[in-house]
């Protein structure tokens, strides 16, 4: 199994840009379609992007224009760029990955068997 572990969180004022890095251990990362949610206090936790072994992307209508998934297999990590975060965006962003095939608009959060213990992003207005 594939260890997670993910930076670049903290506290920013809405506008600002951050970058998410997910660094994977133990096993190759491109072997995983891979995936970034988040959870907002009081919230369930949410799709935001997921990237596919070959690269092929896909976002959450919330995020679509502002985030964006990418993957270095040679660094085996991946990472979500935010720009023009809003406040709504505050949450805790967990990277997860999934063994599963198909296009990575139908993976579901239960495909994603791997997951980081999250990184704390807060925005403020």
């Known amino acids: 199994q594939v260890q997670l572990v993910e930076s670049g969180g903290g506290l920013v004022q809405a506008g600002d840009a951050l970058r998410l890095s997910c660094a994977a251990s133990g096993r190759t990362l491109s072997t995983y379609a891979m995936g970034w949610f988040r959870q907002a206090p009081g919230k369930e936790r949410e799709f935001v992007a997921a990237i596919s072994r070959s690269g092929t992307t896909h976002h959450a209508n919330s995020v679509r224009g502002r985030f964006t998934i990418s993957r270095d297999n040679a660094k085996n990590t991946i990472y979500l760029q935010m720009n023009s975060l809003k406040p709504e965006d505050t949450a805790v962003y967990y990277c997860?990955?999934?063994?599963?095939?198909?296009?990575?608009?139908?993976?579901?959060?239960?495909?994603?068997?791997?997951w980081g213990q999250g990184a704390r992003v807060t925005v403020s207005s």
């Open positions: 997860a990955g999934s063994r599963a095939y198909g296009a990575v608009a139908t993976l579901r959060q239960t495909d994603f068997t791997a």
